[in-house]
């Protein structure tokens, strides 16, 4: 279902918290493209920190083309530049802390800090962002959990909850 509204501050903190407590799986993604020069260095610093920082809590890394829909390849023509590294953490209390050092989904963007933050529980997505679109959009697994999040001021353009068919949620095996 599709966040109508900026998930900001207190309401981020409380998604966040509910994340951790549903979701095992983290995806932070690194994109190359459209950066050059310095900008890549400091994207590559950002990414081996965050490596170096959970290195006990990686579960999978892989590169694509592009990512885009929390991890979803799309096929561009084989450049260096065009090349993203998806990288999968457990979703510990660690990952929790850092993903909370920001008060914003949007506020997560490369080159200084991995984008595009995803949520994952049992290898299904739960929750992906697109931050330079500034889009988000959850999976609610059941009307309760759809009331839970709209209590927290989460907004959705759908009028009523709508179940999401597993088939048609993106799978990631970590």
Known sequence: ?????????????????????RCD?????FCKSPFRGDDILV???TKN???KQFKNSILK????????????SI???????????????????????YLLTKKNFYSWCNP??????TFFKDGYCWLYTITHEEMCVIYCSDKKEYEELKKMGI???????EVMPKEKIYFEKY
Do not use: W
């Not at 084989?78 to 999968?88: A, C, K, L």
């Open 1 to 21: 279902m599709l966040v109508m509204n900026v998930i900001t501050d207190e309401m981020y903190e409380k998604l966040i918290e509910y994340a951790s407590k």
């Open 25 to 29: 799986a983290v995806m932070l993604t």
């Open 43 to 45: 994207l590559n610093e």
């Open 49 to 51: 920190n965050v490596k």
């Open 61 to 72: 890394t892989r590169n694509c083309d592009y990512s885009i829909f929390s991890g979803i």
């Open 75 to 97: 096929h561009l023509p084989s450049r260096e530049d065009n090349v993203s590294e998806v990288q999968f953490y457990k979703f510990d209390d660690s990952l929790k802390e």
């Open 112 to 117: 200084k800090f991995p984008e595009d933050v």
């Open 155 to 161: 907004k959705f353009y759908e009028k009523d909850f």
